[in-house]
């Protein structure tokens, strides 16, 4: 069963940080790009970083230098680092699987969704 959970959201000040989990099933995860999305209120759901199969990673503009994605491929894990946490990085985060071991920056192009997890920052 294809099966992506995140955890480690939560409420912090602006200047903090968080670190998102994504536990992934092994036939999810294996040899596949992975990709962290957010969606706000009343916007669309939008990129925030992606990492290859092989480890390259890219990230959004508004994210660069703050957030850093990693993944440990024995644990089937993918992780989001974010630092300086500001309140415009409000959001439900998503963890996504991709189709191939690329990564990529287009939501069509990952098969695989996590429920979301919540983060708040407050001014």
């Known amino acids: 069963q294809v099966q992506l959970v995140e955890s480690g959201g939560g409420l912090v000040q602006a200047g903090g940080s968080l670190r998102l989990s994504c536990a992934a099933s092994?036939?999810?995860?294996?040899?596949?790009?992975m990709g962290w999305f957010r969606q706000a209120p009343g916007k669309e759901r939008e990129f925030v970083a992606a990492i290859s199969w092989g480890g390259s990673t890219h990230y959004a503009d508004s994210v660069k230098g703050r957030f850093t994605i990693s993944r440990d491929n024995t644990k089937n894990t993918v992780y989001l680092q974010m630092n300086g946490l500001k309140p415009e990085d409000t959001a439900i985060y998503y963890c996504a699987a991709g189709r191939s071991s690329l990564y990529t920056t287009s939501s069509t192009a990952y098969g695989y969704w996590g429920q979301g997890t919540q983060v708040t920052v407050s001014s």
């Open positions: 092994e036939r999810t995860f294996g040899g596949t790009g």
